[in-house]
């Protein structure tokens, strides 16, 4: 038995996909990844955690993202939080550009970037 995973980037030959039988995984819900990211960071403050995985969900669903971040890239986005010892309230977005704290982490396309920054601009213009 021969296990491989995918993260959908690229497209697997007719042939090679007949031969295999599917799982599906599912995105962890916010309780899951809570759950996840307190077995990678033992000691990370609940209300650290709560903001940021409001926040991460919330730039996850925004609607035109090439690449959506994924739990490894939250960890990674943490994982700089908790080096710069941010506190929740740092967490709220840069009043210039709108964009998270150290967002490098989550957002991975310079595409993703523009469009982040055009609907935070157009929702600052809202407000």
């Known amino acids: 038995m021969v296990i491989i995973t995918s993260n959908n ?15 599906y995984i599912r995105f962890p819900d916010p309780e899951t990844l809570a759950a996840i990211v ?3 960071f033992p000691g990370i403050k609940e209300q650290l ?20 971040p994924s739990t490894s890239e939250v960890l990674d986005w943490l ?7 941010l ?10 550009t709108a964009l998270p704290r150290l967002y490098g982490a989550l957002l991975k ?8 920054e ?10």
């Open 38 to 40: 307190r077995l990678h």
């Open 79 to 85: 994982r700089l939080l908790l080096a710069e010892d």
């Open 49 to 68: 955690l709560t903001a940021a995985l409001t926040q991460f969900f919330e730039l996850r669903a925004m609607p035109g993202l090439k690449k959506r």
């Open 118 to 127: 055009r609907l935070a601009f157009i929702a600052r213009g809202e407000r």
């Open 87 to 96: 506190a929740p309230e740092d967490l709220r977005a840069d009043a210039k």
């Open 109 to 116: 396309t310079e595409q993703d970037v523009q469009l982040f």
């Open 9 to 23: 980037e690229k497209e697997l030959p007719d042939a090679f996909l007949r031969r295999c039988f599917f799982h």
